[in-house]
C-alpha cells in the first residue's frame, strides 16, 4: 500500500531562519495536503498541492508528481510556527494516508 | 468555515466497558473519517463514510465500528474497550477522496 515518509524527523530553528520540509510517498497520489498539528491540538490544512507549486503566506510547497515527492518550505520562521507539520497522501485506492510528521521547534 | 466538532474531547472508560465518541459537521460534506494518532504510527483509518447509511473499513477496524445515522453524524463505538485503545481519536470530513479534508479538536480516550 501506500506509503508516506516525511524528513526531517525533526528540526531546529532561530527565529527568522527559513525551514524545508520533505515528503516522500511510494505510489501515485490524487492529492496531497500538508496539515499543522499544534502540540496537543489539532490539525489545520495549510495547503492542497497535488502537483505543482502553490504559495500561502510564506509558506511555499512544491510537488513533483514524477518522482513523488513535495516539500514545503517556510521562511522567516516564527515561534509560533513551532508544531508538527504533516504530509497527506490520497491516491486511486481511495485511502487517505499520513506521515509521521516532521516535528518543527522554532527558538526566539 | 469548515466545522467538525467532537463529543466528548476527553474520556476516561474501564475495560469493558462501551464507549461511543461523536462526530457532527455542518459543512454537507459526503465522506467522514475517524482516524487515531499515537506516537510513532502517525494518523491511522479506522472507518470512513460516503454518506448516511455507509460505514467502510479503514487500515484498523478490529475493535471498532461505526455508524452514520445522518449526513451530519458519524460515530465510533468501542464495544469492549481495551488499554490498547487509549489514543487520540480524530473525526475529519471532506466532499471527496480527492478534495481537502476537514479535522475535528480530537478525542482524548484513556481506558484503564
Known amino acids: 500500500g501506500q506509503q508516506v515518509q516525511q524528513s526531517p524527523a525533526s528540526l531546529v530553528l532561530q527565529e527568522g531562519e527559513n525551514a524545508e520540509l520533505q515528503c516522500n510517498f511510494s505510489?501515485?497520489?490524487?492529492?496531497l495536503q500538508w496539515f499543522y498539528q499544534s502540540p496537543g491540538g489539532s490539525l489545520v490544512s495549510l495547503l492542497s498541492?497535488?502537483?505543482g507549486t502553490k504559495h500561502t503566506g510564506r509558506l511555499t510547497s512544491t510537488t513533483v508528481t514524477k518522482e513523488r515527492r513535495s516539500s514545503l518550505h517556510i521562511s522567516s520562521s516564527q515561534t509560533t510556527d513551532s508544531g508538527t507539520y504533516l504530509c497527506a497522501i490520497a491516491s486511486n485506492t481511495n485511502k487517505v494516508v499520513f506521515g509521521t510528521g516532521t516535528r518543527l521547534q522554532v527558538l526566539p | 468555515e469548515a466545522a467538525v466538532t467532537q463529543s466528548p474531547r476527553n474520556k476516561v472508560a474501564v475495560t469493558g466497558g462501551k464507549v461511543t465518541l461523536s462526530c457532527n459537521q455542518t459543512n454537507n460534506h459526503n465522506n467522514m473519517y475517524w482516524y487515531r494518532q499515537d506516537t510513532g504510527h502517525g494518523l491511522r483509518l479506522i472507518h470512513y463514510?460516503?454518506?448516511?447509511?455507509?460505514?467502510e473499513k479503514g487500515d484498523i477496524p478490529d475493535g471498532y465500528k461505526a455508524s452514520r445515522p445522518s449526513q451530519e453524524n458519524f460515530s465510533l463505538i468501542l464495544e469492549l474497550a481495551t488499554p490498547s485503545q487509549t489514543s487520540v481519536y480524530f473525526c475529519?470530513?471532506?466532499?471527496?477522496?480527492?478534495?481537502?479534508?476537514?479535522f475535528g479538536p480530537g478525542t482524548r480516550l484513556t481506558v484503564l
Open positions: 505510489s501515485t497520489a490524487t492529492q
Open positions: 475529519a470530513s471532506g466532499d471527496d477522496w480527492g478534495d481537502e479534508q476537514y
Open positions: 498541492n497535488p502537483s
Open positions: 463514510s460516503y454518506g448516511a447509511g455507509s460505514t
